[in-house]
């Protein structure tokens, strides 16, 4: 049975963890005290809280070590990108070469013939006079024989371990990129199985920080309560981290703020768990060790060190149910107001509920002012006169602004981030505001993908256009005022987005980009750069388009109605079509309803890597639309790596 800690002793233990910080962790006399304090629960209790104080600490290394492994995952992927594409130019070079050799020989063919004749003739003659044998022993040829036996056999051994160890490698990969199906009766949509792979993990480190030698007994949980809070704290700056714009690791692993929204939800989630378990615990010590003492429930409410916990919980509980994904597409500009304020509100409170959390909340809070105030606002806001318009459809509404490419980066751009008026690349996105709508809207934005395509090198111009379907709030507000104006002034920040589709593209033999709706402003930009760099090739080798040289390219769109195909406009793709890509536009949905899109994809990569390039072929497929396309495109990819095929997929896709 547990020694009794007395009401003195667990108020001092509870005093030591608020003040205990990492300047207390190497105090020889921590535990030493006035008379009544040296029991052996106390003496325990107080060792417990210091061990929390130095195990959190490691916390920030073990995590900073997982994004050093995906660091170099991505810098590694990248040199080898690079590699083939030296070696790949290399060969283009020789080609071309081989092929101007090969003109210049014909012109001299017959002459070349008969000297080659003569030079055969002599030497042949000379072998000859001087008696050579150039036929070979038999003993030597027994020897190769064995020898070639042996060779043959080890090479099958080699070989069956070999390709088991392949056919391994490619269930794991196609696992890998599986996507599982929605979970029943709620229809919480499941990312990629990696990606759950990479979310486990974080939650298993987790798990593992909050009860590693933590002593569960009645005595102690107030230990196991002080160890949730600390959890909770160490994790503050890497959620704020991985929600904020501009950060430090998309450069070290290639992933923008869009691609770990994902990680920054489920961390989010992690916490308010914890924050539960952290007020559940204190609870509980209240219950078991503070009332036989004689203190009530509404005076432990009322403490101040209380109030402010319990202020700080349900901030913190209410972002958590305000950024779900019913609320927050039901209401967007509302969850956006709340997700503002409730964590200006609880980072306050959680300031003062506990000293130990001071340094991890101005470390926050120094993440988010700097992405907002300095980022955002001094570096990656531009404005500009824009034009209206509504689409065939009548519920889409149109921007486009010319933004003059003049401004060349300086060494404070490169390292800050660059915006609009630097250009941007495919599959970049902006957030956009339109102060003119409302007075709303001055303090609103949106993100959107720049559906037009990307400014080349030293272009004086870059052309940007938007595709805004009408839903709810600003893209409905858009919508009424884009039928009565034809100008509006346009606020843009950004460009925010990765390249990763784009430099898989380029890395691969052949392609297929497919667009569901209004995913065709992340699809339209991508083909265009890949065609772009497709003419460059068929530029640097002068000659005509050929399997060796130009990528194929397969563009599919799956549209609701007809008249979205105004967004883009019948010129736009027959001039596409003139760049010799592969278009398939099936028809609209509402009268035909839906193409099974895996079985299409499936088959042209199939069909196309036998037919040129026997299974060796790289092909790379991008998708951007609903949530089922991208699950039937990923998954048809995934039972086409297990098949052998070397195909990789990029789901353009907000979040999850």
Same mark, same amino acid.
């Given at each position: 049975?547990?020694?009794?800690?007395? !009401?003195?002793?667990?108020?001092?233990?509870?005093?030591?963890?608020?003040?205990?910080?990492? !300047?207390?962790?190497?105090?020889?006399?921590?535990?030493?005290?006035?008379?009544?304090?040296?029991?052996?629960?106390?003496?325990?209790?107080?060792?417990?809280?210091?061990?929390?104080?130095?195990?959190?600490?490691?916390?920030?290394?073990?995590?900073?070590?997982?994004?050093?492994?995906?660091?170099?995952?991505?810098?590694?992927? &990248?040199?080898?990108?690079?590699?083939?594409?030296?070696?790949?130019?290399?060969?283009?070079?020789?080609?071309?070469?081989?092929?101007?050799?090969?003109?210049?020989?014909?012109?001299?063919?017959?002459?070349?013939?008969?000297?080659?004749?003569?030079?055969?003739?002599?030497? !042949?003659?000379?072998?000859?006079?001087?008696?050579?044998?150039?036929?070979?022993? &038999?003993? /030597?040829?027994?020897?190769?024989?064995?020898?070639?036996?042996?060779?043959?056999?080890?090479?099958?051994?080699?070989?069956?371990?070999?390709?088991?160890?392949?056919?391994?490698?490619?269930?794991?990969?196609?696992?890998?990129?599986?996507?599982?199906?929605?979970?029943?009766?709620?229809?919480?949509?499941?990312?990629?199985?990696?990606?759950?792979?990479?979310?486990?993990?974080?939650?298993?480190?987790? =798990?593992?920080?909050?009860?590693?030698?933590?002593?569960?007994?009645?005595?102690?949980?107030?230990?196991?309560?002080?160890?949730?809070?600390?959890?909770?704290?160490?994790?503050?700056?890497? =959620?704020?981290?991985?929600?904020?714009?501009?950060?430090?690791?998309?450069?070290?692993?290639?992933?923008?703020?869009?691609?770990?929204?994902?990680?920054?939800?489920?961390?989010?989630?992690?916490?308010?768990?914890?924050?539960?378990?952290?007020?559940?615990?204190?609870?509980?010590?209240?219950?078991? =060790?503070?009332?036989?003492?004689?203190?009530?429930?509404?005076?432990?409410?009322?403490? &101040?060190?209380?109030?402010?916990?319990?202020?700080?919980? +349900?901030?913190?509980?209410?972002?958590?149910?305000?950024?779900?994904?019913?609320?927050?597409?039901?209401?967007?500009?509302?969850?956006?107001?709340?997700?503002?304020?409730?964590?200006?509100?609880?980072?306050?409170?959680?300031?003062?509920?506990?000293?130990?959390?001071?340094?991890?909340?101005?470390?926050?809070?120094?993440?988010?002012?700097?992405?907002?105030?300095?980022?955002?606002?001094?570096? &990656?806001?531009?404005?500009?006169?824009?034009?209206?318009?509504?689409?065939?459809?009548?519920?889409?509404?149109?921007?486009?602004?010319?933004?003059?490419?003049?401004?060349?980066?300086?060494?404070?751009?490169?390292?800050?981030?660059?915006?609009?008026?630097?250009?941007?690349?495919?599959?970049?996105?902006?957030?956009?505001?339109?102060?003119?709508?409302?007075?709303?809207?001055?303090?609103?934005?949106?993100?959107?993908?720049?559906?037009?395509?990307?400014?080349?090198?030293?272009?004086?111009?870059?052309? /940007?256009?938007?595709?805004?379907?009408?839903?709810?709030?600003?893209?409905?507000?858009?919508?009424?005022?884009?039928?009565?104006?034809?100008?509006?002034?346009?606020?843009?920040?950004?460009?925010?987005?990765?390249?990763?589709?784009?430099? /898989?593209?380029?890395?691969?033999?052949?392609?297929?980009?497919?667009?569901?709706?209004?995913?065709?402003?992340?699809?339209?930009?991508?083909?265009?750069?890949?065609?772009?760099?497709?003419?460059?090739?068929?530029?640097?080798?002068?000659?005509?388009?050929?399997?060796?040289?130009?990528?194929?390219?397969?563009?599919?769109?799956?549209?609701?109605?007809?008249?979205?195909?105004?967004? +883009?406009?019948?010129?736009?793709?027959?001039?596409?079509?003139?760049?010799?890509?592969?278009?398939?536009?099936?028809?609209?949905?509402?009268?035909?309803?839906?193409?099974?899109?895996?079985?299409?994809?499936?088959?042209?990569?199939?069909?196309?890597?036998?037919?040129?390039?026997?299974?060796?072929?790289?092909?790379? +497929?991008?998708?951007?639309?609903?949530?089922? /396309?991208?699950?039937?495109?990923?998954?048809?990819?995934?039972?086409?790596?297990?098949?052998?095929?070397?195909?990789?997929?990029?789901?353009?896709?907000?979040?999850?």
């Amino acid at each position: 049975m547990d020694e009794v800690i007395s !009401s003195s002793e667990l108020s001092a233990a509870l005093r030591f963890a608020l003040r205990a910080t990492s !300047s207390t962790l190497r105090s020889k006399d921590t535990t030493e005290g006035s008379s009544g304090r040296d029991s052996a629960q106390f003496r325990a209790l107080i060792a417990g809280i210091l061990f929390s104080r130095r195990f959190i600490l490691s916390y920030q290394a073990v995590i900073a070590c997982l994004l050093v492994a995906f660091a170099l995952t991505h810098w590694t992927t &990248k040199y080898r990108r690079w590699r083939r594409k030296i070696r790949i130019s290399k060969e283009r070079m020789r080609a071309a070469e081989t092929k101007a050799i090969g003109h210049k020989d014909d012109s001299k063919g017959p002459q070349k013939s008969a000297e080659d004749s003569c030079c055969i003739s002599s030497s !042949s003659s000379s072998s000859t006079l001087q008696g050579t044998d150039q036929s070979t022993p &038999k003993s /030597m040829g027994q020897a190769d024989e064995r020898t070639s036996l042996l060779k043959h056999q080890e090479n099958e051994e080699n070989q069956s371990l070999n390709g088991w160890r392949t056919w391994w490698s490619l269930q794991v990969r196609a696992w890998l990129t599986y996507q599982p199906q929605p979970i029943p009766v709620v229809n919480k949509v499941l990312p990629s199985n990696s990606t759950s792979v990479v979310i486990l993990l974080l939650i298993s480190i987790n =798990l593992f920080y909050t009860l590693y030698r933590v002593p569960f007994s009645i005595s102690m949980l107030f230990v196991f309560a002080d160890r949730a809070s600390l959890v909770f704290v160490a994790n503050l700056p890497w =959620l704020y981290l991985f929600a904020a714009k501009n950060q430090p690791i998309k450069m070290l692993t290639g992933y923008s703020y869009e691609s770990l929204n994902i990680v920054h939800r489920r961390l989010g989630e992690t916490m308010c768990l914890l924050a539960l378990v952290h007020s559940a615990g204190m609870v509980g010590v209240w219950y078991t =060790l503070l009332r036989p003492v004689g203190l009530t429930l509404a005076a432990f409410l009322l403490s &101040k060190i209380i109030v402010l916990g319990i202020g700080a919980f +349900v901030a913190y509980e209410a972002i958590y149910f305000t950024s779900l994904g019913s609320f927050r597409r039901r209401w967007y500009e509302l969850f956006l107001a709340l997700h503002i304020f409730l964590q200006v509100v609880a980072l306050i409170l959680l300031f003062f509920h506990h000293h130990g959390s001071r340094v991890y909340v101005a470390i926050a809070l120094a993440i988010f002012l700097v992405d907002r105030l300095v980022y955002r606002i001094n570096f &990656k806001t531009r404005t500009y006169r824009g034009t209206c318009v509504v689409y065939d459809d009548q519920n889409t509404a149109g921007l486009h602004v010319s933004v003059p490419i003049s401004e060349k980066k300086s060494p404070i751009n490169r390292i800050l981030g660059h915006n609009v008026a630097h250009g941007w690349r495919p599959t970049d996105h902006v957030f956009l505001s339109v102060p003119e709508i409302s007075h709303k809207h001055l303090v609103q934005s949106h993100p959107f993908t720049i559906a037009s395509r990307a400014p080349v090198a030293d272009a004086p111009v870059g052309e /940007m256009d938007f595709i805004i379907r009408a839903q709810d709030g600003f893209s409905s507000d858009l919508l009424r005022y884009a039928k009565g104006h034809s100008e509006a002034r346009i606020r843009l920040d950004g460009p925010y987005g990765s390249q990763d589709a784009l430099e /898989m593209l380029q890395d691969s033999d052949s392609c297929v980009v497919v667009a569901g709706g209004s995913g065709i402003a992340v699809i339209w930009p991508l083909v265009w750069a890949i065609v772009a760099a497709n003419n460059n090739n068929q530029a640097d080798l002068e000659s005509t388009p050929s399997s060796s040289s130009t990528k194929k390219i397969l563009f599919i769109w799956i549209v609701q109605k007809t008249e979205h195909l105004s967004w +883009v406009g019948k010129d736009r793709i027959d001039e596409l079509r003139s760049h010799g890509v592969n278009i398939w536009i099936p028809p609209a949905t509402e009268m035909s309803g839906r193409p099974d899109i895996a079985s299409i994809v499936e088959t042209w990569i199939t069909d196309n890597d036998d037919e040129f390039h026997d299974r060796r072929g790289r092909t790379g +497929v991008v998708c951007s639309g609903p949530d089922g /396309m991208g699950r039937a495109v990923r998954n048809a990819c995934s039972a086409l790596q297990a098949k052998g095929r070397n195909v990789s997929v990029s789901i353009e896709k907000f979040g999850w």
